[in-house]
């Protein structure tokens, strides 16, 4: 698992430790719909990460909007990821869809931070 959210997963289960727990330096579990699931260094683990960001969003009253615009001909794609009042925009999608998680994870926890 990349370092980046690896850091990021300890400071969620620092902050909301309900939502993820850490198991050592590069184990992780996030909860989605009342089940903890392990979070591995595999890129189907960005989707679980997601999905518990979302949930939590939710249940936080936090808006939170991820929007992926393809390519079109000549045109780069486009993501744009974040949680009001503050959001990320990225060109050439394609090179950069693997970093929503952490691109989502890091608004989220600001917004909790805030709180």
Known sequence: MESELRSLLSRWAAVEPQRCRQHDDFSFDVVYL????????????????IASVLAGCQENNIHCEIDYTPRYEQ????????????????????????????LLLEEYLERLEQR
Do not use: N
Request: charged share 15%.
């Open 34 to 49: 009342g089940h903890w699931i392990a979070v591995t260094a595999q890129p189907i683990s960005h989707g679980t990460i």
């Open 75 to 102: 045109q780069p794609a486009t993501v744009e990821v974040g949680c009001i009042p503050k959001a990320f925009r990225w060109d050439e999608g394609e090179e950069i869809i693997s970093s929503i998680p952490i």
